[in-house]
């Protein structure tokens, strides 16, 4: 419901602002041209919106200036265990040092996220698992979150559960690791951007 309100806000938005361009409104006509590139071609994970496990809209503008990992994550997968154990570590050792982790689930990989979101939040309890935490998505296909699309669209789809991206601060990617990289195997790279 949200994501089609949020589509029908910006099909009125543009045409406020083409009817606007079309009377020489020279600032909306820049300021429209400047949301059509960045809807066309985001540059970095800022230019992203996502909703999180309790169904609130995340502009990921807010983790600016924070190196982040980005992962697809999975309840019922062998990896599962000790990737968010890792991840916590992680999290426990940089978090005051800027590092965020967003953790996606997706059931596109042997049905093994099957759950809700009350279902996925219950079952990462048990690892404390204190990092932000998304609403289930498609990860591939033409289905695939926008921002997954971006992710994927340098080397290729994703694989399986817990294939793992470091962000720098500026947004970009700068590694990308698939599922069998543990957590902490990414350690020297995460201190190279801190």
Same mark, same amino acid.
């Given at each position: 419901?949200?994501?089609?309100?949020?589509?029908?806000?910006?099909?009125?938005?543009?045409?406020?602002?083409?009817?606007? @361009?079309?009377?020489?409104?020279?600032?909306? @006509?820049?300021?429209?041209?400047?949301?059509?590139?960045?809807l066309?071609?985001?540059?970095?994970?800022?230019?992203?919106?996502? !909703?999180?496990?309790?169904?609130?809209?995340?502009?990921?503008?807010r983790?600016?200036?924070h190196?982040?990992?980005?992962?697809?994550?999975?309840?019922? @997968?062998?990896l599962?265990?000790?990737?968010?154990?890792?991840?916590?570590?992680?999290?426990?050792k940089?978090?005051?040092?800027?590092?965020?982790?967003?953790?996606?689930?997706?059931?596109?990989?042997?049905?093994?996220?099957?759950?809700?979101?009350?279902?996925?939040?219950?079952?990462?309890?048990?690892? /404390? !698992?204190?990092?932000?935490?998304?609403?289930? !998505?498609?990860? /591939?296909?033409? /289905?695939?979150?926008?921002?997954?699309?971006?992710?994927?669209?340098?080397?290729?789809?994703?694989?399986? /559960?817990?294939?793992?991206?470091?962000?720098?601060?500026?947004?970009?990617?700068?590694a990308?690791?698939?599922?069998?990289?543990?957590?902490l195997?990414?350690?020297?790279i995460?201190?190279?951007?801190?």
């Amino acid at each position: 419901m949200l994501r089609m309100r949020v589509a029908l806000l910006l099909i009125f938005l543009s045409g406020v602002l083409s009817e606007n @361009c079309e009377n020489s409104n020279s600032e909306l @006509c820049a300021s429209k041209n400047a949301q059509e590139q960045s809807l066309k071609s985001p540059s970095s994970v800022y230019d992203f919106h996502a !909703v999180d496990i309790h169904g609130n809209d995340v502009d990921l503008n807010r983790y600016r200036g924070h190196v982040l990992i980005i992962v697809n994550v999975a309840s019922n @997968c062998g990896l599962t265990d000790a990737n968010y154990k890792q991840l916590v570590q992680l999290y426990e050792k940089y978090g005051s040092s800027g590092l965020k982790i967003l953790a996606f689930p997706s059931n596109q990989f042997g049905g093994q996220e099957p759950g809700t979101s009350q279902d996925i939040l219950n079952f990462v309890k048990k690892y /404390n !698992v204190t990092f932000d935490m998304f609403e289930k !998505v498609d990860v /591939n296909g033409n /289905n695939a979150h926008p921002l997954w699309k971006w992710l994927t669209k340098q080397d290729g789809n994703i694989k399986w /559960n817990f294939t793992k991206f470091i962000i720098n601060k500026e947004g970009n990617i700068v590694a990308r690791f698939p599922p069998n990289h543990e957590p902490l195997q990414m350690e020297p790279i995460l201190q190279e951007y801190l």
